[in-house]
C-alpha cells in the first residue's frame, strides 16, 4: 500500500478543526509512523497487530508495505473517519475494523504487536470515572482522576502485549513530568516491559493544530532487559540515528540515555533522564516551598461572566462596593512591579480589573445580576456547580508576588504592589511567615525570582509543549528547587537588596539589565558548585567509552550533566 499522508491531508481539508479536535484527530507524519513501525517488526513472530486508534490508518498502510501476512484489527469511536478508513482498505482481506471504544472492549485478547497514536483529552473531557473504572478492574492500579486518557490507552495496551509482543505509541509527553503522571510511570516501571522513551523537540509542532511536545515510547514483553532508553532528538536526522537503534535493546549513543528500571524514580519528573539539568551548577539548593508557597489564581468557571470593566459596571448599575479589583489578563502587566497607579490607568481605560463580588449582597441591581446568571445556567457550568452559593468566589487573599503560568523565555515574577487579586493568568506566591522566613526578607526574596539564575533552576521543573511552549503548574514551582538565600552572606544580602532598589529605579531604563546581571554575579560567587564538590546521579550525552576515557584522566567529562535524585 501507498506510504504517505495524502489521505490525511485531503481528510483534513474536508473535515472541519471542530469536528478534528471533538475527535482528538491529530495525524502520525509518514517518518514516525515508519520508524514506529519498524520496533514492531522486530518482533520475527509478528502475526497480529492492534491499532486502538485507527483513524485513517497510517500504521496499518506502512506495516502493509513492510510486511504482507500479518491480521490488523482496528477500534475507531467516529463514524465519520471509520466509514473513510473501511473504503480505504476495502481490497485488503486482513482488516478486522470495529466502531467501537477501545477502552471498554477486548480485553481478553493479546497481540504480537500494537501500534497507536491515542486521542488526547483532559480528564474532564471524556469518560473519566469509567474508564479509570475499567483501568482499576483488569491491572488492578489506581490512577489520579486528573489522568490523561492517552496513558489509560497505553496501559491497557501493555496489558494486551503477547509474550514477545511489542508495542509502539506517540503521545504527548506532558505525562513524563506532570503529577498524575507518577502513577503511570510506576505502573510502567512495574511491568518491566519499557524500553525506549524518545521524546521529539523538533521547534515545529509533530501534530498540526495541536500545542504539545510529542514522545515515542516503545516496550516489549519478552524479560530480555531491565534498562530504558531515553533520547531527546531535534530533527529528522536524529530520528534516523534513532530508528538504526531501536531494532535491539538499549545502548548508549551520543543522543541517548540508558538506566536501569532500579535507577528511575517514578516521582520525580523524567526530563532529568533525558534534558541536561540547569540545578546541578549550584549548591546549597532547597525546595521553593521553604520560602513560599504558590496556589492558582482564582478560577471562576465563567470569565465572561464574572469579569468587570467600568462600562460593564455601569450597564448593570452594580456599584464598586460589589466588584473586587482583579488582574484578569496577562498582557495587562507589562512591568516587573505592578502599582495601583498601573491599576487605575486599566481601569480608566475599560479594561476588565473586576470580579463579581456578591456574598452578602442585598442590593436589587445585584440580585437582577444574578438572575441573570441563573437564566443563562451560569450556575450549572463544571465549577460553579461545585460552589455554594455558585456565585461565590474562591478565597485568595491578595498575593504579593505573582508568576506566569506559560511562557516561552522563562518565568516571569511579578511584584503586586497594588495588592489586587488576579485569575489564573498567574500563580499566587505568598511568602512563608515563618522564623525561617525571617532571616530574609520579600525584598531579597523578589531581588532572587527577578534573576536568571533562579529562572534556570526552575526551568528544571517545568512541562513543555509544542514550539518551546513551557508550564508551570503551581506544584512545579513549589517542588522546584532555589538557593537557600538564609546562607548569604550579611555582607552579599545587603548588596543584593541595594542593588534590587536601583534595579526597581531603573526598570524602565536599558541599564536595569545590567544591574540584574550583578545580582546574578553575587549569587554565582556564593552558590556555584566547585567542579570537584559535585557528587550526583549523572546524565551523559557522551558515548560510555568516552566517558570511561575521561574519568580515568581525572579529567572532569564534558557535557556530563549531574542532578539530585531521591531513591
Known amino acids: 500500500m501507498t506510504v504517505n499522508n495524502a489521505i490525511e491531508q485531503d481528510y483534513s481539508k474536508q473535515i472541519s478543526l471542530e469536528h478534528r479536535k471533538k475527535f482528538a484527530q491529530f495525524f502520525t507524519p509518514v517518518a514516525v509512523a515508519e520508524m514506529m513501525v519498524k520496533w514492531l517488526l522486530g518482533n520475527e513472530n509478528l502475526k497480529t497487530v492492534l491499532e486502538p486508534a485507527f483513524g485513517l490508518g497510517i500504521f496499518s498502510r506502512a506495516l502493509l508495505s513492510q510486511k504482507n501476512d500479518i491480521q490488523i484489527k482496528g477500534f475507531e469511536v467516529d463514524n465519520l473517519i471509520f466509514e473513510q478508513a473501511k473504503n480505504e482498505f476495502a481490497d485488503t482481506g486482513k482488516m478486522n475494523l470495529l466502531l467501537q471504544d477501545y477502552m471498554y472492549n477486548d480485553w481478553q485478547n493479546k497481540y504480537d504487536g500494537i501500534i497507536c497514536n491515542p486521542p488526547y483529552f483532559k480528564f474532564h473531557d471524556y469518560d473519566n470515572k469509567n474508564i479509570l473504572k475499567e483501568i482499576e478492574t483488569h491491572l488492578q492500579c489506581s490512577l489520579s482522576g486528573f489522568t490523561n486518557l ?99 535493546y538499549p545502548e548508549i549513543s551520543a543522543i541517548s540515555q540508558v538506566f536501569a528500571f532500579s535507577e528511575l524514580n517514578p516521582e ?61 489578563h496577562c498582557v495587562d502587566v507589562k512591568e516587573a512591579f505592578f502599582t495601583q497607579s498601573d491599576f487605575e490607568h486599566l481601569k480608566q481605560s475599560d479594561k476588565n480589573v473586576f470580579l463579581l463580588n456578591a456574598i452578602n449582597a442585598k442590593d436589587e441591581r445585584v440580585t437582577k445580576y444574578i438572575q441573570k446568571g441563573e437564566t443563562e445556567k451560569i450556575d450549572k457550568k463544571y465549577l460553579t456547580a461545585s460552589r455554594n452559593p455558585w456565585y461565590l468566589l474562591e478565597n485568595r487573599p491578595p498575593a504579593p508576588i505573582w508568576v506566569s503560568v ?136 557522551l558515548p560510555l567509552a568516552q566517558m570511561l576515557q575521561d574519568i580515568q584522566t581525572k579529567a572532569t567529562p564534558v557535557g556530563v550533566e549531574k542532578i539530585l535524585i531521591n531513591k
Not at 478560577?299 to 488582574?327: H, M, Q, V, W
Not at 504592589?417 to 511568602?431: D, G, K, Q, W
Open 268 to 328: 520525580i519528573k523524567w526530563k532529568a533522564y533525558y534534558q541536561p539539568q540547569n540545578g546541578h551548577k549550584y549548591k546549597n539548593l532547597v525546595p521553593f516551598s521553604t520560602y513560599a508557597k504558590v496556589v492558582r489564581g482564582i478560577a471562576t468557571g465563567a470569565n465572561d461572566y464574572f469579569t468587570f470593566s467600568l462600562s460593564k459596571a455601569k450597564e448593570y448599575a452594580i456599584d464598586e462596593r460589589y466588584l473586587l479589583p482583579c488582574i484578569c
Open 150 to 248: 492517552y496513558t489509560l490507552f497505553l496501559l491497557k495496551s501493555i496489558h494486551q502485549l503477547a509474550p514477545n509482543g511489542r508495542c509502539a505509541y506517540i503521545i504527548p509527553s506532558e505525562f513524563l513530568n506532570s503529577d498524575y503522571g507518577t502513577l503511570v510511570k510506576k505502573h510502567l516501571l512495574k511491568t518491566g516491559t519499557l524500553r525506549h522513551i524518545i521524546v521529539v523537540g523538533f521547534e515545529e509542532k509533530v501534530f498540526d493544530d495541536a500545542l504539545t511536545t510529542a514522545c515515542i515510547v516503545l516496550c516489549a514483553n519478552d524479560n530480555k532487559t531491565d534498562k530504558v532508553q531515553f533520547s531527546n532528538i531535534q530533527s529528522m536526522d536524529e530520528l534516523k540515528k534513532i530508528e538504526q537503534l531501536i531494532t535491539e
Open 406 to 541: 506559560f511562557n516561552r523565555t522563562g518565568l516571569r515574577f511579578i511584584r503586586n504592589e497594588a495588592n489586587v487579586s488576579n485569575l489564573t493568568t498567574f500563580h499566587c506566591i505568598y511568602p512563608n511567615q515563618s522564623q525561617l522566613f525571617s532571616k530574609i526578607s520579600i525584598d531579597l526574596l523578589f531581588a532572587y525570582l527577578l534573576t536568571d539564575t533562579a529562572r534556570q533552576i526552575f526551568e528544571d521543573n517545568s512541562r513543555e509543549y509544542g514550539n518551546g511552549l513551557q508550564k508551570f503548574e503551581p506544584n512545579d514551582i513549589n517542588k522546584g528547587k532555589m538557593l537557600d538565600l538564609a546562607l548569604l552572606p550579611e555582607k552579599s544580602r545587603n548588596k543584593v537588596v541595594d542593588l534590587y532598589y536601583q534595579f526597581k529605579d531603573l526598570e524602565c531604563d536599558g541599564k536595569s539589565r545590567q544591574v540584574l546581571d550583578e545580582i546574578d554575579n553575587v549569587l554565582i560567587k556564593e552558590f556555584v558548585q566547585n567542579s570537584d564538590t559535585t557528587v550526583c546521579h549523572f546524565v551523559s550525552p
